[in-house]
């Protein structure tokens, strides 16, 4: 698999498809690539150049366990690093819950480097509780249950993977991670910030795409519902569940499609409009009125003393 350093470690990509219209899509909360790559194959398929890439700490990166090196901005400068290492100048970029969430933090240190955005379950405000139930004791066996942790990621490696369904497959491997590096990407994630703040978020003018699941309490749908409403050219888009995109993709799949293909169309160049219109537009010529003398005399310059 190629990859390119940053910041002193090795980080994992792959490509799908080849063109001009690259498109850059990250995993969630340590998943590998793989997660991604139906969807990518799918949209390679229509044209577009895909990455998909393993953040630090995840996939066949390299996973250190020093828990300063892993954020979400961490995370956002290493997809801008991974466009410079490719050349590229601008993408569609996108992922699903912690890729979401990196893409808003590309979105931060450099818009001009992105031509739109996919927004797949974000994790904002309302999934604060969730998130607390969920992986708090996560991070806690992970770093004072390793030894356990440790003997059943070697039960999930010795497990067949080729013959399994994609969800079944990718559980597999989060599982199968050494669980050392994985508490230090959970402990560094819970330290800084999960997201750009809101009045950060209300001047992202990218085009976006944000697909919200209900009956998801780690990514509730309020908060893909308040993401859509503050972001100026967002929309939103309603998946039945969070299993859709990976077991029944046909219909987001198509959307995410069509909208990638909008980002890379030419804008024409907004005609003027109202006030402006009246300002620039034509006016109809008078005809010349006839001056008396006098008014020729005033409007000759006067003679200097």
């Known amino acids: 698999m190629p990859w390119f350093e940053h910041d002193g470690n090795r980080i994992a990509y792959a490509e799908h498809g ?41 996939g066949d990166s390299d996973r250190p366990r020093d828990m300063w090196r892993y954020s979400m901005t961490a995370f956002g400068g290493q997809v801008v690093g991974l466009l410079d290492h ?18 808003l933090e590309v979105a931060a240190a450099a818009p001009q480097r992105l031509r739109g955005m996919v927004l797949e379950m974000p994790v904002l405000d309302n999934a604060l509780l969730g998130c607390a139930i969920c992986f708090t004791p996560l991070m806690v066996s992970l770093t004072f249950g390793e030894p356990a942790m440790k003997l059943l990621q070697r039960v999930a490696r010795v497990v067949p993977r080729r013959p399994l369904p994609l969800v079944p497959e990718i559980l597999l491997d989060w599982v199968s991670q050494d669980p050392g590096p994985s508490a230090a990407v959970l402990q560094g994630l819970f330290f800084g910030r999960i997201a750009p703040h809101r009045d950060l978020r209300r001047g ?18 309020s908060d893909a519902d308040g993401l859509a409403a503050e972001l100026p050219q967002a929309r939103l888009l309603n998946a039945d569940s969070i299993f859709e995109l990976r077991t029944r993709p046909q219909r987001l799949t198509a959307e995410i499609g069509d909208f990638v293909d909008a980002c890379w169309k030419p804008t024409a160049a907004p005609g003027p409009t109202g006030a402006s219109a009246a300002a620039t ?25």
């Not at 398929?45 to 700490?57: K, Q």
């Not at 537009?281 to 003393?305: C, E, I, K, V």
């Open 18 to 58: 080849e063109g001009p219209r690259p498109l850059v899509l990250l995993p969630g909360l340590l998943f590998s690539q793989r997660m991604q790559e139906p969807l990518a194959q799918t949209l390679a398929a229509r044209g577009n150049r895909v990455i998909t890439l393993d953040p630090l700490g995840h």
């Open 86 to 103: 490719l050349g590229i100048e601008q993408a569609v970029v996108g992922g699903a819950s912690l890729g979401a969430n990196v893409t």
């Open 281 to 305: 537009a034509p006016r109809p010529r008078r005809r010349p009125r006839a001056r008396s003398g006098r008014s020729r005399a005033r409007a000759q310059p006067r003679a200097s003393a």
């Open 204 to 221: 992202f003018t990218t085009p976006s795409l944000v697909i919200g699941h209900k009956r998801d309490p780690i990514h509730p749908f």
